[in-house]
């Protein structure tokens, strides 16, 4: 079992920066997928990035980063240029598929993080 907990979300005016950290513990780390998804009001959760950028979603390439450091268990989500459409619960996800683009790939999820961006 897979637990992940998340950090790093708030609000932040538009153009600016933030970083999300996800804590994973329960084992394995190293090989499980690791991914970003994010869920806005009204919306369905939507893949954000896979845990080493080989996948980004088209509104987030050039903007969003994913890296994982495996010593500490944690995978991060660093978002620059944010716009106002960022605004989401994002969440952290694990699995056995890579790359893990679909929520049908997922096992396991965090609570999520908000963030509010303001325009």
């Known amino acids: 079992q897979v637990q992940l907990v998340e950090s790093g979300g708030g609000l932040v005016q538009a153009g600016g920066s933030l970083r999300l950290s996800c804590a994973a513990s329960?084992?394995?780390?190293?090989?499980?997928?690791m991914a970003w998804f994010r869920q806005a009001p009204g919306k369905e959760r939507e893949f954000v990035g896979n845990?080493?950028?080989?996948y980004l979603a088209d509104s987030v390439k050039g903007r969003f980063t994913i890296s994982r450091d495996d010593a500490k268990n944690t995978v991060y989500l660093q978002m620059n240029s944010l716009k106002a459409e960022d605004t989401a619960v994002y969440y952290c996800?694990?699995?056995?598929?890579?790359?893990?683009?679909?929520?049908?790939?997922?096992?396991?999820w965090g609570q999520g993080t908000q963030v509010t961006v303001s325009s």
């Open positions: 996800a694990a699995g056995f598929v890579w790359p893990m683009t679909e929520t049908r790939f997922v096992s396991y």
């Open positions: 845990d080493d950028s080989a």
């Open positions: 329960g084992g394995g780390f190293n090989k499980i997928a």
